[in-house]
């Protein structure tokens, strides 16, 4: 369990509606691109609200409790299982700003993520981290394992 930091009583967690392309969280999502792939998202806004509207998205955030400002967020999914009778999720979009990290932040976030999957009947979630995450350990902490392995294949030349 996470020991309580001199930030515990000024950040708000919750679950919110996803963003539009303008919004407080356009810095967030700028310097979480460039952490990806050295490049700002493209964010396909208009997949994400659909994935909203048929309630399968979950959207939370911290927010700093004064000025009301974004400081991290998880984006986690569900869909049915197209091989076995299951419903399962993906963990998607999950950055804290730099500011604030080692806070316990971003496994706060993920924990209640999580909490909301299990209360939409999602028995398995997954997470896809790039190969220079090197937090193995806040990994096992959150309960995921290793399952395999991801490979990727550009089809451009």
Same mark, same amino acid.
């Given at each position: 369990m996470l020991a309580p $930091? *001199?930030?515990a009583g000024k950040i708000?967690?919750?679950? &919110?509606i996803f963003p539009g392309p303008v919004s407080a969280f356009n810095r967030l999502f700028f310097h979480h691109g460039l952490e990806v792939r050295g490049i700002p998202f493209e964010l396909d806004f208009k997949r994400y609200h *659909? +994935? &909203?509207f048929e309630k399968r998205l979950i959207w939370v955030v911290a927010r700093w409790i004064k000025? $009301? %400002?974004p400081i991290g967020?998880?984006?986690?999914?569900?869909y049915r299982d197209l091989n076995f009778n299951e419903r399962v999720a993906a963990d998607g979009l999950w950055f /804290?700003?730099?500011r604030v990290r080692s806070l316990g932040i971003g496994f706060t976030l993920k924990l209640i993520g999580h909490d909301e999957l299990r209360k939409h009947g999602v028995v398995k979630t997954s997470d896809t981290v790039r190969n220079t995450f090197r937090h +193995?350990?806040?990994m096992?902490?959150?309960?995921? &394992? /290793? %399952?395999?392995y991801k490979w990727g294949k550009t089809l451009l030349d």
């Open positions: $930091n *001199q930030h708000r967690y919750g679950t &919110e *659909q +994935i &909203e000025s $009301n %400002a967020y998880s984006c986690h999914y569900w /804290v700003d730099h +193995i350990k806040l096992r902490d959150l309960g995921f &394992e /290793v %399952a395999g």
